[in-house]
Protein backbone atom coordinates (compact mmCIF):
# COMPACT_ATOMS: atom_id res chain seq x y z
CA UNK A 1 0.00 0.00 0.00
CA UNK A 2 2.87 2.32 0.58
CA UNK A 3 4.49 1.86 -2.63
CA UNK A 4 1.01 2.40 -4.44
CA UNK A 5 0.32 5.78 -2.03
CA UNK A 6 3.91 7.45 -2.98
CA UNK A 7 3.33 6.32 -6.80
CA UNK A 8 -0.28 8.13 -6.64
CA UNK A 9 1.62 11.37 -5.09
CA UNK A 10 4.08 11.01 -7.91
CA UNK A 11 1.47 10.80 -10.28
CA UNK A 12 -0.49 13.81 -8.93
CA UNK A 13 2.06 16.14 -8.42
CA UNK A 14 2.61 18.75 -11.27
CA UNK A 15 5.84 19.05 -10.85
CA UNK A 16 6.59 15.31 -11.87
CA UNK A 17 5.31 16.71 -15.22
CA UNK A 18 6.68 19.90 -15.95
CA UNK A 19 10.11 20.79 -16.99
CA UNK A 20 13.03 19.17 -18.76
CA UNK A 21 12.63 15.54 -17.85
CA UNK A 22 8.71 15.86 -16.84
CA UNK A 23 6.32 12.68 -17.57
CA UNK A 24 4.60 15.08 -20.55
CA UNK A 25 8.09 15.33 -21.91
CA UNK A 26 8.91 12.15 -21.59
CA UNK A 27 5.79 10.69 -23.10
CA UNK A 28 5.43 13.19 -26.29
CA UNK A 29 9.33 11.24 -26.81
CA UNK A 30 8.06 8.03 -26.37
CA UNK A 31 5.18 8.32 -28.60
CA UNK A 32 7.53 10.08 -31.52
CA UNK A 33 9.59 7.13 -30.96
CA UNK A 34 6.40 4.51 -31.06
CA UNK A 35 5.43 6.23 -34.54
CA UNK A 36 8.80 6.58 -35.91
CA UNK A 37 9.64 2.85 -35.47
CA UNK A 38 5.94 1.78 -36.86
CA UNK A 39 6.30 4.29 -39.51
CA UNK A 40 9.64 2.58 -40.40
CA UNK A 41 8.23 -0.99 -40.22
CA UNK A 42 5.17 -0.05 -42.01
CA UNK A 43 7.61 1.35 -44.90
CA UNK A 44 9.90 -1.63 -44.85
CA UNK A 45 7.44 -4.36 -44.36
CA UNK A 46 4.30 -3.84 -45.62
CA UNK A 47 4.56 -3.10 -49.64
CA UNK A 48 6.60 -6.38 -49.75
CA UNK A 49 4.12 -8.12 -47.72
CA UNK A 50 1.19 -7.42 -49.70
CA UNK A 51 3.15 -7.89 -52.96
CA UNK A 52 4.02 -11.37 -52.00
CA UNK A 53 0.25 -12.17 -51.23
CA UNK A 54 -1.01 -10.80 -54.55
CA UNK A 55 1.51 -13.36 -56.53
CA UNK A 56 1.19 -16.24 -54.17
CA UNK A 57 4.47 -16.76 -53.32
CA UNK A 58 6.98 -16.30 -51.13
CA UNK A 59 5.35 -17.62 -47.89
CA UNK A 60 8.07 -19.45 -46.81
CA UNK A 61 9.91 -15.78 -46.55
CA UNK A 62 7.09 -14.02 -45.15
CA UNK A 63 6.87 -16.89 -42.05
CA UNK A 64 10.29 -16.89 -41.57
CA UNK A 65 10.99 -13.48 -41.55
CA UNK A 66 8.45 -13.03 -39.15
CA UNK A 67 9.26 -16.14 -36.88
CA UNK A 68 13.08 -14.97 -37.32
CA UNK A 69 11.67 -11.41 -35.69
CA UNK A 70 10.21 -12.95 -32.37
CA UNK A 71 13.11 -15.13 -32.08
CA UNK A 72 15.63 -12.45 -31.31
CA UNK A 73 15.22 -10.48 -28.03
CA UNK A 74 14.42 -6.68 -28.60
CA UNK A 75 16.69 -6.27 -25.74
CA UNK A 76 20.20 -7.97 -27.01
CA UNK A 77 19.23 -6.33 -30.34
CA UNK A 78 19.27 -3.12 -28.88
CA UNK A 79 22.48 -3.67 -27.00
CA UNK A 80 24.02 -4.55 -30.29
CA UNK A 81 23.28 -2.21 -32.23
CA UNK A 82 24.41 0.39 -29.41
CA UNK A 83 27.77 -0.93 -29.16
CA UNK A 84 28.39 -2.23 -32.92
CA UNK A 85 30.94 -0.60 -34.85
CA UNK A 86 32.97 -3.50 -36.58
CA UNK A 87 34.36 -0.60 -39.23
CA UNK A 88 35.33 1.30 -36.57
CA UNK A 89 33.64 4.18 -38.31
CA UNK A 90 31.63 5.90 -35.46
CA UNK A 91 34.11 5.58 -32.82
CA UNK A 92 32.66 2.17 -31.60
CA UNK A 93 29.15 3.83 -31.44
CA UNK A 94 26.61 2.60 -34.02
CA UNK A 95 24.21 3.18 -35.14
CA UNK A 96 22.92 5.42 -31.78
CA UNK A 97 24.62 6.49 -28.76
CA UNK A 98 24.90 10.23 -30.85
CA UNK A 99 21.84 12.42 -30.78
CA UNK A 100 19.12 11.39 -33.57
CA UNK A 101 17.13 14.50 -33.53
CA UNK A 102 14.27 14.45 -30.71
CA UNK A 103 15.16 10.55 -30.25
CA UNK A 104 18.06 11.89 -27.96
CA UNK A 105 20.66 9.11 -27.19
CA UNK A 106 20.30 5.89 -28.02
CA UNK A 107 17.21 6.86 -30.26
CA UNK A 108 18.49 5.48 -33.64
CA UNK A 109 19.73 2.38 -32.04
CA UNK A 110 16.26 1.74 -30.66
CA UNK A 111 14.12 3.06 -33.52
CA UNK A 112 15.79 0.22 -35.24
CA UNK A 113 15.00 -2.42 -32.47
CA UNK A 114 11.58 -1.45 -32.52
CA UNK A 115 11.22 -1.01 -35.97
CA UNK A 116 12.28 -5.09 -36.42
CA UNK A 117 9.93 -5.76 -33.55
CA UNK A 118 7.19 -4.45 -35.03
CA UNK A 119 7.84 -6.68 -38.60
CA UNK A 120 6.58 -9.92 -37.90
CA UNK A 121 2.80 -9.03 -36.96
CA UNK A 122 2.87 -6.73 -39.97
CA UNK A 123 3.95 -8.95 -42.68
CA UNK A 124 2.39 -12.06 -42.05
CA UNK A 125 -0.99 -10.44 -41.67
CA UNK A 126 -0.77 -8.89 -44.32
CA UNK A 127 0.49 -11.81 -46.40
CA UNK A 128 -2.24 -13.60 -45.35
CA UNK A 129 -5.26 -11.48 -45.58
CA UNK A 130 -4.13 -11.16 -49.27
CA UNK A 131 -3.70 -14.89 -49.28
CA UNK A 132 -6.83 -15.52 -47.70
CA UNK A 133 -8.97 -13.72 -50.57
CA UNK A 134 -11.63 -16.27 -51.89
CA UNK A 135 -10.23 -17.51 -55.48
CA UNK A 136 -13.76 -16.38 -57.07
CA UNK A 137 -13.19 -13.17 -56.21
CA UNK A 138 -9.99 -13.22 -57.79
CA UNK A 139 -11.56 -15.43 -60.90
CA UNK A 140 -14.32 -12.75 -61.19
CA UNK A 141 -11.93 -9.63 -61.25
CA UNK A 142 -9.78 -11.24 -64.27
CA UNK A 143 -12.95 -12.19 -65.56
CA UNK A 144 -13.72 -8.38 -66.09
CA UNK A 145 -10.37 -7.91 -67.94
CA UNK A 146 -8.86 -6.15 -64.50
CA UNK A 147 -4.90 -5.92 -64.82
CA UNK A 148 -3.33 -7.36 -61.50
CA UNK A 149 -3.12 -4.02 -60.19
CA UNK A 150 -6.56 -3.71 -60.58
CA UNK A 151 -7.58 -6.80 -59.32
CA UNK A 152 -5.40 -5.92 -55.71
CA UNK A 153 -7.07 -2.88 -55.48
CA UNK A 154 -10.55 -3.47 -56.15
CA UNK A 155 -10.95 -6.90 -55.14
CA UNK A 156 -8.11 -7.86 -52.73
CA UNK A 157 -7.26 -4.79 -50.95
CA UNK A 158 -10.96 -4.05 -49.90
CA UNK A 159 -10.97 -7.76 -47.73
CA UNK A 160 -7.30 -7.64 -46.68
CA UNK A 161 -8.14 -4.26 -45.05
CA UNK A 162 -9.12 -5.62 -41.51
CA UNK A 163 -6.79 -8.06 -41.35
CA UNK A 164 -3.40 -5.73 -42.30
CA UNK A 165 -4.83 -3.14 -39.78
CA UNK A 166 -5.21 -6.07 -37.15
CA UNK A 167 -1.61 -6.79 -37.50
CA UNK A 168 -0.52 -2.81 -37.52
CA UNK A 169 -2.90 -2.96 -34.26
CA UNK A 170 -0.75 -5.41 -32.61
CA UNK A 171 2.37 -4.03 -33.42
CA UNK A 172 1.37 -0.67 -32.18
CA UNK A 173 0.71 -1.63 -28.67
CA UNK A 174 3.67 -3.94 -28.44
CA UNK A 175 6.29 -1.49 -29.48
CA UNK A 176 4.77 1.77 -26.95
CA UNK A 177 5.11 -1.36 -24.59
CA UNK A 178 8.70 -2.21 -25.47
CA UNK A 179 9.52 1.68 -26.23
CA UNK A 180 10.39 1.37 -22.41
CA UNK A 181 13.81 -0.31 -22.85
CA UNK A 182 15.09 2.82 -24.62
CA UNK A 183 15.91 3.73 -21.03
CA UNK A 184 18.49 1.42 -20.85
CA UNK A 185 20.76 2.55 -23.65
CA UNK A 186 19.90 6.27 -22.35
CA UNK A 187 17.34 6.65 -24.82
CA UNK A 188 14.23 8.49 -24.71
CA UNK A 189 10.80 7.82 -23.33
CA UNK A 190 9.00 6.91 -19.43
CA UNK A 191 11.26 3.90 -19.27
CA UNK A 192 13.57 6.59 -17.78
CA UNK A 193 11.35 7.51 -14.59
CA UNK A 194 10.57 3.34 -13.80
CA UNK A 195 14.66 3.07 -14.35
CA UNK A 196 15.23 5.85 -12.27
CA UNK A 197 12.77 5.11 -9.83
CA UNK A 198 13.84 1.69 -8.79
CA UNK A 199 17.60 1.99 -9.20
CA UNK A 200 16.83 5.08 -6.56
CA UNK A 201 14.43 2.94 -4.73
CA UNK A 202 12.28 5.18 -5.39
CA UNK A 203 9.77 2.57 -5.87
CA UNK A 204 6.11 5.00 -5.84
CA UNK A 205 8.33 6.80 -9.03
CA UNK A 206 9.06 3.34 -11.01
CA UNK A 207 5.21 2.51 -10.72
CA UNK A 208 4.15 5.53 -11.60
CA UNK A 209 5.75 5.44 -14.57
CA UNK A 210 4.44 1.80 -15.56
CA UNK A 211 0.94 3.06 -14.54
CA UNK A 212 1.41 5.98 -16.68
CA UNK A 213 2.89 3.27 -19.49
CA UNK A 214 0.04 0.86 -19.23
CA UNK A 215 -2.83 3.47 -19.54
CA UNK A 216 -1.53 4.77 -22.89
CA UNK A 217 -1.36 0.96 -23.88
CA UNK A 218 -5.14 0.82 -23.12
CA UNK A 219 -5.67 4.22 -25.03
CA UNK A 220 -3.90 3.12 -27.70
CA UNK A 221 -5.26 -0.31 -28.20
CA UNK A 222 -9.04 1.05 -27.83
CA UNK A 223 -8.04 3.89 -30.79
CA UNK A 224 -6.91 1.03 -32.86
CA UNK A 225 -9.60 -0.87 -32.41
CA UNK A 226 -11.94 1.76 -33.60
CA UNK A 227 -9.96 2.77 -36.37
CA UNK A 228 -9.95 -1.10 -37.44
CA UNK A 229 -13.55 -1.31 -37.21
CA UNK A 230 -13.55 2.08 -39.08
CA UNK A 231 -11.69 0.61 -42.10
CA UNK A 232 -13.78 -2.65 -42.40
CA UNK A 233 -16.31 -3.13 -44.98
CA UNK A 234 -19.58 -4.11 -43.95
CA UNK A 235 -20.36 -7.75 -44.27
CA UNK A 236 -16.65 -9.16 -44.22
CA UNK A 237 -15.38 -11.43 -41.50
CA UNK A 238 -13.29 -8.65 -39.87
CA UNK A 239 -16.70 -6.46 -39.55
CA UNK A 240 -18.65 -9.71 -38.11
CA UNK A 241 -15.54 -10.33 -35.29
CA UNK A 242 -15.92 -7.31 -34.39
CA UNK A 243 -19.79 -6.89 -33.99
CA UNK A 244 -19.52 -10.05 -31.50
CA UNK A 245 -16.94 -8.70 -29.70
CA UNK A 246 -19.57 -5.30 -29.04
CA UNK A 247 -22.77 -7.56 -29.13
CA UNK A 248 -24.01 -6.26 -31.97
CA UNK A 249 -25.36 -8.13 -35.30
CA UNK A 250 -23.60 -8.23 -38.60
CA UNK A 251 -25.45 -9.23 -41.80
CA UNK A 252 -24.29 -12.19 -43.22
CA UNK A 253 -21.21 -12.32 -45.03
CA UNK A 254 -21.03 -11.72 -48.79
CA UNK A 255 -18.31 -11.16 -51.03
CA UNK A 256 -18.00 -7.66 -52.31
CA UNK A 257 -19.29 -6.56 -56.22
CA UNK A 258 -15.85 -5.65 -57.95
CA UNK A 259 -16.66 -3.44 -60.51
CA UNK A 260 -14.81 -2.92 -63.48
Do not use: C
Not at 139 to 153: C, D, E, I, L
Not at 182 to 202: K, M, N
Amino acid sequence: MRVLQDAWRYLTDAGSWTGDGGMLELLAQQLLLTAGALALALVLGLPLALWLGHLGRGGFLAVNVSNIGRAIPTFALLALLVTADPWGWTGGHFPGTATLGPFGRGGAATLVALALFALPPIITNAYTAVREVPEDVRAAARGMGMSGAQVFRRAEWPLALPLVASGVRLALVQVWATATIAALVAGPGLGRVITDGFFRTQYGKGIAGAIVVAAVALVLELTAAWVQRAVTPPGTPGARASGARTGESEPSAQAPTVEP
